[in-house]
């Protein structure tokens, strides 16, 4: 008995060495892809901005009535390129990153969201549902929030490609047992889609897993480690109540800082 415990427990360590070695591969062949993505991407980016930059400069005064609505939005949507990109080599080099991190409304920033993918939720006649309920601001940088929301969001359109209802909640989450007043955030995304099967469930956030055939598999991935490292994370199932699946984030609002300190 004392025997098959003691090649069990091997057994058990040799499957997690095993783990640890298929992450550490994937680690390896996602920051040389980062790198490759990074110079790739960077140099046509310059010169989007160039241009954009030229073309208010050609316009002169003609530029103002465009500048506070399309010009504006070319700059964000170029910047959140940028964001993407670095976020990549972010994620495979984790412990060089120290961003930028403040207080943040959650429910301004899943407004914010919606408002860059309307077009698209419009065109797909997605009925959008809103109840932003939470109080707690955790301590996160905005931009890499809202990358993660903007994932969520379009998976869940993705997942409604006849229309339906999507809807976001937002509501404070009850001290941990045993934390004292430690207390977060809760963001759920449910769509209106197929759902999830159990070995969907099972992969979906593994690198380079996607469902569909346009899709690089990368999202969720690189979203679990944004929020991980605000001593946060993301979950999903399916609805209780309908057909569909519910995507939910959840933030300590006194999670640790990305250089370790505490709020």
Same mark, same amino acid.
């Given at each position: ?153 379009? @998976?869940?359109?993705? $997942?409604?490609? =006849?229309?339906?209802?999507? !809807?976001? %909640? #937002?509501?404070? *989450?009850? &001290? ?61 199932? @399916?609805?209780?109540? $309908?057909?569909? =699946?519910?995507?939910?984030? !959840?933030? %300590? #609002?006194?999670? *640790?800082? &990305? ?5």
């Amino acid at each position: 008995t004392e025997r098959t415990r003691e090649l069990a427990a091997t057994n058990d360590a040799l499957r997690q060495t095993q783990q640890q070695l298929v992450r550490s591969e994937k680690l390896a062949v996602m920051g040389q892809l980062a790198a490759s993505v990074a110079h790739e991407v960077n140099n046509p980016i310059a010169v989007m901005q160039g241009n954009l930059d030229l073309l208010r400069e050609t316009l002169g005064p003609a530029a103002a009535k465009h500048s506070e609505v399309e010009l504006k939005l070319l700059d964000e949507q170029i910047e959140r390129i940028r964001m993407i990109v670095q976020q990549l080599l972010q994620h495979a080099r984790p412990g060089e990153y120290a961003g930028y991190v403040d207080a943040v409304d959650v429910n301004e920033a899943v407004k914010a969201c919606l408002l860059l993918i309307n077009r698209k939720l419009s065109q797909q006649q997605i009925a959008v549902v809103l109840e932003l309920q939470a109080t707690g601001q955790p301590d996160i940088n905005r931009h890499e929030l809202e990358q993660v929301l903007i994932n969520l969001l379009m @998976n869940a359109a993705n $997942a409604m490609p =006849a229309g339906g209802e999507l !809807t976001i %909640r #937002t509501r404070d *989450l009850p &001290p941990p047992p045993g934390e004292g007043d430690s207390t977060g955030v809760a963001i759920e995304v449910q769509d209106a889609g197929m759902g999830l099967t159990d070995d969907v469930k099972a992969k979906l956030f593994q690198p380079f897993f996607t469902t569909r055939p346009d899709g690089h598999g990368l999202g969720l991935w690189i979203s679990l480690g944004l929020l991980e490292r605000y001593g946060g994370g993301i979950g999903a199932d @399916n609805r209780l109540d $309908a057909q569909g =699946a519910v995507f939910t984030v !959840t933030l %300590r #609002t006194d999670a *640790l800082m &990305p250089n370790g300190e505490s709020r």
